[in-house]
């Protein structure tokens, strides 16, 4: 077959090379679209343990299942969708709006599904990668590649409630949230219904999983053990919006067939998604220590919930925290306080002290007898992928980060050339949507894949003092904001106070999108092809 010679390829066109993606959830795509878009000469393969692309959107089935950030936000710039069934998205229209990404893209060709990496390692002698995978037949095959991206998700490990003894003598059903269809547990509500549950949690998880199990079940028993701010109702635009919205039974904000129909002219679409990405922008100055605002949220926000919880003001005594509006992610709760005042639900704080064969023991002697119990007890932030990354010197990352990720702009450690984290560490906004910074990753990415191709490059790592800058500055940051104030949360990988925090991008959402637009070329160290 005819090929066109050497030099009648673009100018522009650099070496050939292979890149392996782990994951084919927002990352993955979003990832796989730029390097379509602007690459060229280049192989492509993503790895999905799970049965479809997704990732945490597939994988999590558990009741209630939504998104707490408005559904105009979340979504990719270049695949907008307008007929959002609500203003928190259920997580399977999400899910289906990836598939659509997936389709629209074209992308299903690069993705092999149910093929679970179980090992990386870098060749420093042949400058390569090499992926074990392991596909559903149990069949291992090594693939070898020039880049490797880490999509593996931000909040995918979950974390069982381990300090509490007793867990497997539980008779019942117990899943935790994030393994709702692993577990294979039917999404049918016939399956809770007249069931007595507990929910172990007020993340917010539990909080979208107690309102929507309190409409069907026999008893809801909320475990919490911290406090918590809801925000719903009041604080910015946003929540004052929403009560133009429908209501379903408190649980979700629907919009209304005339808003839906609004949302096609692309003016009124355009409107709506600004307001809403400046008014999640607006929260920002909220996070600063000794802000005024932070009076004036508590204040308020102190009184909606103690209105929500009118009929059960012994929960609001319970939960109204005793730290700064914002120190943990805060949560817009729909339904969540109005369903803990029904007669069938309510919350129990006394500290778990076993689980029994029958239910939950607390400190006070009181067994909870259960049938199904929920551990909405979060994710392993720790961002170390369940499998082996070896790099340079033979170093494990799961080792190395043991205790704290230490990387350049949240993409790039110095022991691991030509590999990439994606909206893992350091990298979501505590204020904005996640996926701004996403898209902006995925770009800085395919900026530094299309220089290594076109200016002979081998490899790239950053600089340790870039590193060593990047987490002075994350530091300096966070020790100004509440977020290092007396709290719980997953931020700080589940400690309190003033621990350090490697979870999210120091800084908002706008900040993060600045701040990527262009690589920073001298902060990475280049080694050139040798011929
Ligand atoms: O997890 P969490 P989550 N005994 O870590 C409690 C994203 N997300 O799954 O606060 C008793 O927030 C723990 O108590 P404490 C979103 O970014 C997004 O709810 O540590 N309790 C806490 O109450 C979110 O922020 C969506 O004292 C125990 C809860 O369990 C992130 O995921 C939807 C315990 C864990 O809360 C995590 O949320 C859902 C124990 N041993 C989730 N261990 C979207 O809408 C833990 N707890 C996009």
């Known amino acids: 077959s005819w090929a066109p010679p050497l030099y009648e390829r673009n100018i522009n066109e650099g070496r050939p090379v292979r890149i392996v993606c782990v994951g084919a959830g927002f990352s993955g795509l979003c990832a796989a679209v730029h390097f379509k878009d602007h690459l060229t000469n280049f192989e492509l393969q993503i790895y999905e343990r ?6 945490v959107w597939n994988q999590n089935r558990y009741p209630g299942v939504a998104c707490d950030v408005p559904s105009h936000s979340y979504q990719l710039s270049f695949c907008e969708k307008t007929d959002w069934s609500a203003y928190y998205a259920p997580g399977s229209e999400i899910h289906g709006y990836l598939s659509t990404v997936a389709e629209r893209y074209n992308l299903r060709q690069y993705i092999k599904l149910q093929h679970t990496v179980t090992h990386t390692r870098w060749d420093e002698e042949r400058g390569k990668w090499f992926v074990t995978v392991t596909n559903a037949a149990g069949e291992s095959h090594e693939d070898e590649c020039d880049f490797v991206l ?133 929260t920002h100055e909220l996070s600063f220590r000794g802000h005024p605002l932070q009076a004036v949220f508590a204040d308020k926000f102190t009184e909606t919930m103690r209105d929500k919880l009118a009929r059960k003001p012994e929960i609001a005594a319970a939960i109204l925290p005793d730290f700064p509006v914002g120190c943990k992610r805060l949560s817009p709760g729909p339904g969540y306080l109005e369903a803990l005042c029904e007669d069938n639900c309510g919350l129990v704080t006394d500290k778990i002290e076993s689980f029994t064969p029958r239910g939950i023991r607390t400190a006070d002697g009181t067994e909870h007898e259960l049938d199904i119990i929920v551990c909405a007890t979060g994710f392993d932030v720790t961002f170390i992928p ?21 990387t350049y702009l949240g993409m790039f450690a110095p022991e691991m050339p030509n590999a990439f984290n994606v ?13 701004v910074v996403l898209e902006q990753q995925c770009a800085y990415i395919t900026k530094m894949i299309g220089k290594c191709q076109r200016d002979g490059y081998r490899s790239f790592a950053p600089r340790r003092k870039a590193v060593d800058d990047f987490l002075k500055y994350t530091d300096a940051y966070f020790g100004r904001t509440v977020l290092t104030s007396s709290c719980r949360s997953w931020y700080k990988n589940g ?19 600045m701040a990527l637009q262009h690589p920073r070329w001298e902060d990475f160290e280049w080694e050139t092809i040798k011929e």
């Open 495 to 513: 400690e309190t106070g003033e621990a350090t925090i490697r979870a999210i991008w120091p800084g908002s959402g706008s900040h993060a999108f």
């Open 50 to 55: 799970g049965d479809d692309v997704g990732g």
């Open 150 to 282: 880490f999509a593996t998700g931000l909040l995918s490990k979950p974390i069982w409630p381990d300090n509490i003894p007793g867990r497997a003598s539980f008779k019942g059903t117990m899943v935790h949230s994030g393994d709702w269809k692993a577990a294979k547990l039917p999404e049918d509500p016939a399956f809770w219904a007249d069931k007595r549950v507990g929910v172990i949690g007020m993340g917010a998880s539990g909080v979208q999983i107690v309102p929507t199990l309190q409409k069907k079940a026999l008893s809801v028993t909320n475990f919490g053990r911290s406090k918590l701010w809801i925000s719903g109702g009041w604080g910015s635009k946003m929540f004052e919006k929403l009560h133009k919205y429908k209501k379903d039974r408190g649980t979700n904000y629907f919009f209304t067939d005339e808003d839906i129909a609004a949302f096609k002219s692309e003016e009124a679409y355009r409107k709506f998604r600004c307001e809403i990405e400046e008014d999640l922008g607006s």
């Open 386 to 406: 369940a499998f082996p990354i070896i790099g340079r010197g033979g170093i494990n990352i799961q080792e190395l980060w043991a205790k704290e990720s230490r």
């Open 423 to 435: 909206l893992t560490t350091q990298a979501a906004a505590g204020s904005g949507s996640l996926l």
